[in-house]
C-alpha cells in the first residue's frame, strides 16, 4: 500500500504573535502559499504573560505593524493590555493570515533542500521555514530557588498578574529591568511591602526637553541603526532594557524614590544560606551606573538639540534624591517577613525543536538579518535582529518585509534551478 502524500507547503512560520503574522502579511499580498502555526491562541505573550496593569513602555505611535499603523487619540499615550490585544486583534483580522492556533510545531528538520515539519496535527513539508516564535521562552528561576522555604510562594514574572495573587507580607522582587522595576512599582503602588534586589539594567528618562525620550531618540537616528553599527555589535542583543514605564501617561522609574517611600533596595541576590539571603555589596554601583546611562542619554539629547539649533526647555542633570548608608548584604526571611518572591531575571531561549546546524553554544541562533546559513530559514521577531525594534512592535514590519523579499528570491532561484535540472525546459535542437 502506497503511502498517503504529505502535505507540502512553500513557506510555514512558526509562532502567532505580531511577528509571525507580520510574516504572513507580505506572503499574503505576494500570492506565495503558506501556513502559519502557533501552540496557543495567537497573541498569547500579550494576552498572558502580562500583568493586569501593564501598559506599553513604547509610545503608542511605535505600533507600526505592516499596513496598521496605530491610528487612535492619543499616538504619545501607551495603550493598556487589552488595549494592546484590540490593537493585535484587529492587525491579525486585516491580514488573515492562514493560522493553525493550538498545533505545535515539534520538529524542524532540512531535508531535499527543504524541511520535514513534524507538527501535533501530523507531518508536511515546506520549501521554506520562518520560525516566529519569540524571543522570551523559558522562564529563569535560578537553582538557589529550590532551597527556599517551601512557605514562601515563589513565580516568575511572566505569571505575575496583580498584588492580590500573592500572600499578605513582603515581597521580594529580583531583578530590576523592565519587568522587575515596573512590577516592583505595580506592588509599591498598591501599598505592598517591597524588597528589591537591583541588577545591572540601565534607566533612561521618559520626558525630556519637552518630549517623549523615544521621540528625540527616533529623531536622532537610533531605531534605525542596525545591529551592525551599533557599538557593541551583536553584543546589544545580551544587554538588559532600560527601565522607565509608560503608566498613568508615562513617568520615570526612580528606585531612590522609592526607597525614600520605604521600598528596601539591596544589590545582586547572590546566595542562600539556611533562612539568610546574600546580597553582593553593589547596590551604590547599580544605581549610580543606571543614573549614569540616563544622564548621558539626555546629554545626547542636548547635543542633538544643539547642534541642530533646535528650540526646546532647558534639561537637567539628574541628581540623586537617595543614597544607601550603607551596604546591606544579608536579610533573614523569617526576620523580614518575605511570604512570596517573584523572579524577574529573564528568559532563556528554547529551539530544541529546530534540528538544524544554526546555534552558538547558548542556543543563540546565528543569523544575518534573520537570514541563516540553511538556505530557506530564517527567524524574525529577536530583539535587535536588525534594529533596536525588530524585537517589537515598531520594527518588526521592516524586517518582515525583508524575509518576505528573501522567500520569493529563494523561490526564484529554485524555480530557475529546477528548470535548467529538467530535460523537458532544454532547447530542443530537432
Ligand atoms: C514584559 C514585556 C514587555 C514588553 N513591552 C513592550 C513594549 O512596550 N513595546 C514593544 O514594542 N514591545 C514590548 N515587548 C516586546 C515584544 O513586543 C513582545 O515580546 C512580543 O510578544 C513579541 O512578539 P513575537 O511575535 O515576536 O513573539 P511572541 O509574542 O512571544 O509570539 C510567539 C508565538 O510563538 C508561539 N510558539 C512558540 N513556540 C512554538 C512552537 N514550537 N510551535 C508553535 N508555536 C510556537 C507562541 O505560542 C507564541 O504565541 C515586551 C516584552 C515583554 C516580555
Known amino acids: 500500500m502506497s503511502k498517503p502524500a504529505i502535505q507540502h507547503h512553500s513557506v510555514v512560520v512558526v509562532g502567532g504573535g505580531q511577528a509571525g503574522i507580520s510574516d504572513s502579511h507580505y506572503p499574503q499580498h505576494l500570492g506565495i502559499d503558506h501556513v502559519g502555526y502557533d501552540k496557543h491562541q495567537s497573541m498569547h505573550a500579550w494576552r498572558s504573560q502580562r500583568w493586569d496593569n501593564f501598559c506599553l513602555v513604547t509610545p503608542n505611535w511605535q505600533c507600526a505593524l505592516p499596513g496598521h499603523q496605530y491610528q487612535g487619540p492619543q499616538p504619545n499615550g501607551f495603550m493598556k493590555k487589552d488595549e494592546i490585544i484590540n490593537y493585535l486583534e484587529a492587525f491579525k483580522e486585516q491580514v488573515n493570515p492562514p493560522l493553525q492556533e493550538g498545533v505545535a510545531v515539534e520538529l524542524v528538520q532540512p531535508v531535499n533542500g527543504g524541511f520535514k515539519v513534524k507538527t501535533s496535527l501530523g507531518e508536511c513539508f515546506a520549501e521554506q521555514v520562518v520560525v516566529a516564535s519569540g524571543g522570551y521562552h523559558q522562564p529563569i528561576i535560578p537553582r538557589l530557588a529550590e532551597r527556599l522555604p517551601a512557605s514562601i510562594q515563589q513565580i516568575h514574572s511572566a505569571d505575575y498578574k496583580n498584588p492580590q495573587q500573592l500572600p499578605p507580607g513582603k515581597v521580594l522582587v529580583v531583578g530590576s529591568g523592565q519587568s522587575g522595576a515596573q512590577i516592583a512599582e505595580d506592588l509599591h503602588l498598591a501599598g505592598r511591602q517591597v524588597v528589591l534586589a537591583v541588577g545591572d539594567a540601565p534607566r533612561c528618562a521618559r520626558f525630556y526637553r519637552g518630549r517623549d525620550v523615544v521621540d528625540w531618540l ?131 531561549p528554547d529551539f530544541r525543536w529546530l534540528n538544524a546546524p544554526v546555534f552558538t553554544g547558548r542556543g543563540h541562533p546565528v543569523h544575518e538579518r534573520g537570514v541563516t546559513s540553511v538556505p530557506g530559514l530564517y527567524f524574525i521577531g529577536l530583539p535587535w535582529l536588525y534594529t533596536w525594534g525588530s524585537g517589537r512592535l515598531g520594527g518588526v514590519a521592516r524586517d518582515a518585509q525583508f524575509i518576505a523579499d528573501r522567500i520569493a528570491h529563494h523561490r526564484e532561484h529554485c524555480a530557475e534551478a529546477s528548470l535548467t535540472a529538467s530535460p523537458a525546459a532544454e532547447p530542443s535542437i530537432a
Open 218 to 348: 527616533a529623531d536622532m537616528g537610533y531605531y534605525d541603526m542596525p545591529v551592525s553599527e551599533h557599538p557593541l555589535r551583536e553584543g546589544v542583543r545580551d544587554n538588559t532594557n532600560h527601565y522607565v514605564t509608560g503608566r498613568d501617561g508615562g513617568r520615570d522609574i526612580d528606585l531612590r524614590k522609592f526607597a525614600l517611600e520605604g521600598m528596601e533596595l539591596y544589590g545582586l541576590l547572590e546566595g542562600l544560606e539556611g533562612d539568610v539571603l546574600k546580597f553582593s555589596g553593589n547596590l551604590t554601583e547599580a544605581l549610580d551606573s543606571a543614573d549614569q546611562v540616563y544622564n548621558r542619554i539626555n546629554a545626547a539629547i542636548d547635543k542633538h538639540i544643539s547642534d541642530n539649533s533646535m528650540e526646546a526647555p532647558p534639561g537637567a542633570v539628574y541628581e540623586p534624591v537617595w543614597a544607601p548608608a550603607q551596604e546591606r548584604v544579608t536579610l533573614s526571611l523569617a526576620e523580614s517577613g518575605i511570604t512570596s518572591v517573584i523572579w524577574c531575571i529573564g528568559f532563556s
